[in-house]
């Protein structure tokens, strides 16, 4: 009995070992925001960064995105307008100084359907503080609906009249094509478009050090990731080696550029570094130096380059991809080869009219295929697009779930009041607890070859046009 409780006790430690000692984030690595829809709500985007001005002034600069699609106009002596709020609030986290500031403004749209644009609207403000540690919300007030939305950051800044050696968070910033004499503008979440002309990243350097000379190294690394769509239900299930069950190696990056500077002079120096736009994939721009009592500092910023317009489905190539779905394997690649725009929207044409037959019918069920793959990516994405992910696949094909069950690594979607129907209970794992080394949510489905009927009959749905009134 002593054995089987000296056992226990052991696998106990373990598993606290396993849990509790790996951090679910790292707050030295910034990854801006994930996507956040919320129905109704506004959909906001934000990043905070702490640096010290030229006459070393403590300031956060704030910026805030919000998608304008996700506000409500009112039309007033025929101008189309939103009303809005944004409120900043910053907390000392070992200290007592707050400040809050509050900024009101009106969107102005002629198009009518404003609710349905992607764009965002951008306020950017630095506000002054003093040296230390902070929690950044912004909340973005709907004044029309009355709804708000709230984000979070943290801003460091160091104190420039104390001997210590510090990097500042690392500021993404890019610069769109044909935009030569536009200032490079902060990017707010992880994702990144593919049709940006260049990147920069942005930080400070504190050398206090009179005595000797700093060695700052920056690297840009690259991590191999899954970027498939996800398989048809009744496949097999991911073997534990591959790819799509790891979703993305974090142990063993590519290192794609390396810079070692050497700062000679004390103060604080400002770090610009700038690539052209960079391959889809998942990328990580990390800098490292010393400490005055010899351990390193380090900072980085996440990020992953995406479709041109993500999360919104606008060209040829991102109309044809999320078809998938829908089409045999086979035709589909036939598909993505089509090289031409014009040859390429008349296949994904014929496809939906010789399958669904009615025109009008067609473009109602076009319309909500292609609103499931945008929120999808809205809600979904990770280190690939939302619509690739098992959840946004059977998100875009059964739609929301009726109930959502959540334990430690698994989630139950259900489609029945009866949460014992195997053929509507659709069970997720979580191959990793979500840490600082995987901090993204890949749920797989558990996959079954019995799946194959109600795909196959929820396929049909959808060419048939009946999925706009049987849903399931």
Known sequence: MKFKNSIF?????????????????????ERGSFFFF????????????????????????????????????????????????????ILEVEGDFTKNVRRDFSVESSYEGSHLSQDVFTHDESIEVEPGTYEVNVTVL?????????RTSEAVIPNPDEPEINITTVRLLGKLINDSEEPFFPITTYTVSSGLDSLQFIFQV?????????????????????????????????????????????????VVDEIIRRLDQPGSVLIETKYEILERGNYRFEVETTGE??????????????????????????????????????????????QNPDSLKEAIDRFWLTNVGN???????????YDRVEQANKQFTNFKEGWKTDLGMMYILFGPPWYVDRFLNTLVWSYSYDR???????VFERPNMKNEYFPFDNYLLQRNQGYFNVQYRQIQLWLSGSILTTRI
Do not use: W
């Open 142 to 150: 709907d004044r029309t609906s009355g709804k708000a939305s709230t």
């Open 293 to 338: 009592d010899g351990e390193p500092i380090y900072k980085a910023r996440d990020f992953a380059v995406k479709s041109e317009n993500y999360p919104a489905i606008v060209n040829m190539q991102e109309l044809a991809g999320p078809l998938i779905y829908l089409m045999d394997r086979r035709d589909h690649e036939e598909l993505m080869e089509i």
């Open 38 to 89: 919320q129905d109704g709500y506004p959909e906001v985007r934000m990043s905070s960064i702490g640096f010290l001005s030229e006459t070393d002034e403590a300031l956060i600069n704030i910026t805030t995105d919000v998608v304008l699609g996700s506000l409500i106009y009112s039309t007033e002596d025929d101008v189309r307008s939103a009303h809005l709020s944004i409120e900043i609030r």
């Open 359 to 369: 025109m009008n019918q067609a473009k109602s069920v076009i319309n909500l295929y």
């Open 206 to 254: 504190t050398n206090n050090d009179l005595e000797a000379p700093l060695e700052v190294r920056s690297r840009l690394l690259r991590y191999e990731a899954d970027d498939e769509p996800a398989r048809p239900m009744n496949y097999n299930n991911y073997s534990a080696s591959t790819l799509p069950y790891i979703g993305v190696n974090m142990r063993n990056p590519e």
């Open 9 to 29: 006790l052991l696998l106990l430690a373990y598993l606290f070992y396993a849990t509790g000692c790996v951090r679910s984030a790292n707050p030295d690595v």
């Open 420 to 426: 014992s129907d195997p053929r509507y209970n659709f």
